[in-house]
């Protein structure tokens, strides 16, 4: 099969995450992503540990291997006459350039937006920024944590509204990947049309504001405010998570139909004053809970899944990390790779979330690479360009 992606060249010049997950999500669909890095010390999350594995002379971070797969190294110094050349002719034949550095950085390196489209009028630029590349604060630094409690993510996110809680991933920066890797993917299918590349932007800002989802129109067309409320859905309930003997368990009653089996099957009635619409529940929803936990006292969490299931109430448990990378139905998805790495040999790390048809392997690529070590392909991406030139 051919990868979607396949005849693209992309640069990555990002560091940590969120450019370096959009590079990625691109070479998951076969665009053959170059990583240009630092002399010396490259990626700064290629230092972000612990853990580190591999050689204790020359550790290598896992945070860097989760975000990198599918590129090559370049190590060049921008600020040199021959690390500016050589990204130079990157450029002419590219075909996206990827970019995190805080606004204003890469025009004085002399590679403008105006110069990078002199240079190849069909480039697509993503620029990823904390906050913004215009604004009264366009030019703050982006950091994921402070983004998540700027953003309101962390408002909502939480026990009660005095505690509140970051998500346990850098999911700002994971977002803004995501939505850049969206953004330049429609460049390209508009460039097939128009022959020149344009400029594609996004913030962590923007990211987590882009998905507030029902707690942003809660706000902007009812006027509440959301806040944390733990583990339960502030519209729907029961939609949380329950106790039963042995353990914890989460159940998505998302419509009056799964209700009413929910508590029929359990004893309990379902048009009792207080229980009987959606809207009644949410207003009584401790109570609610309390009811389900005294309903599951005495039943085991294997036994009341099957429960659930054989009634047809959503449900499920919660699985620690490395109950879900053991978990058959995890690996039958294409979700955990088997690579070669050039320094820690066959490793498995997490793979891409999507597949085309009906082929066992994830992503648009047959064969995916381990992270690289730094400047990897130092030489054959110089001989490659000298090729081209």
Not at 263 to 269: E, L, M, N, V
């Amino acid at each position: 099969m051919s990868a979607p992606l396949q005849d693209i060249t992309v640069i990555d010049l990002s560091r940590a995450l969120a450019g370096p997950h959009a590079g990625m999500m691109l070479g998951d669909m076969g665009a053959r992503v170059i990583k240009v890095e630092t002399p010396g010390t490259g990626d700064e999350s290629r230092g972000w540990g612990p853990p580190f594995v591999g050689p204790e002379d020359d550790p290598i971070s896992t945070y860097f291997l989760s975000c990198n797969r599918n590129k090559e190294s370049l190590t060049l110094d921008l600020k040199s006459d021959d690390g500016r050349d050589v990204l130079t002719r990157l450029v002419r034949h590219s075909d996206v350039l990827i970019e995190n550095f805080r606004p204003g950085v890469l025009d004085r390196l002399g590679f403008t937006v105006e110069r990078l489209h002199e240079l190849n009028p069909r480039l697509v630029v993503l620029s990823i920024s904390g906050f913004g590349h215009d604004g009264p604060q366009g030019g703050r630094a982006g950091y994921d944590q402070i983004a998540q409690g700027e953003a309101g993510l962390m408002s909502l996110t939480g026990q009660d509204p005095r505690s509140p809680m970051r998500v346990g991933v850098p999911i700002g920066d994971l977002l803004a990947g995501m939505y850049g890797a969206y953004g330049v993917v429609a460049a390209l299918h508009e460039r097939a049309t128009t022959g020149r590349g344009r400029l594609v932007r996004t913030s962590l800002l923007a990211a987590i504001v882009g998905v507030h989802a029902f707690q942003g129109t809660r706000y902007t067309v009812a006027h509440e405010v959301g806040h944390g409320q733990g583990n339960h859905h502030p519209s729907i309930c029961p939609y949380g998570l329950f106790e039963c003997a042995d353990g914890m368990i989460q159940i998505a009653c998302g419509s009056q139909a799964l209700w009413v089996k929910l508590a029929t099957a359990f004893g309990i009635d379902p048009v009792a004053p207080g229980l009987a619409t959606n809207r009644e529940r949410v207003a009584r929803r401790d109570e609610v809970t309390q009811i389900l936990n005294d309903a599951f006292a005495d039943i085991g969490l294997t036994d009341l899944l099957a429960r659930l299931d054989e009634i047809g109430v959503p449900a499920g448990e919660v699985r620690s990390i490395d109950r879900v990378y053991d978990w058959d139905q995890t690996r039958s998805q294409g979700l955990v790779l088997d690579v070669d790495h050039p320094v820690l040999g066959s490793i498995e790390i997490p793979g891409p979330p999507i597949r085309f048809d009906d082929n066992a392997f994830a992503g648009g690529r047959e064969v995916h690479d381990a992270p690289p070590a730094l400047g990897q392909h130092n030489e054959s991406i110089r001989k490659w360009l000298d090729e081209l030139d």
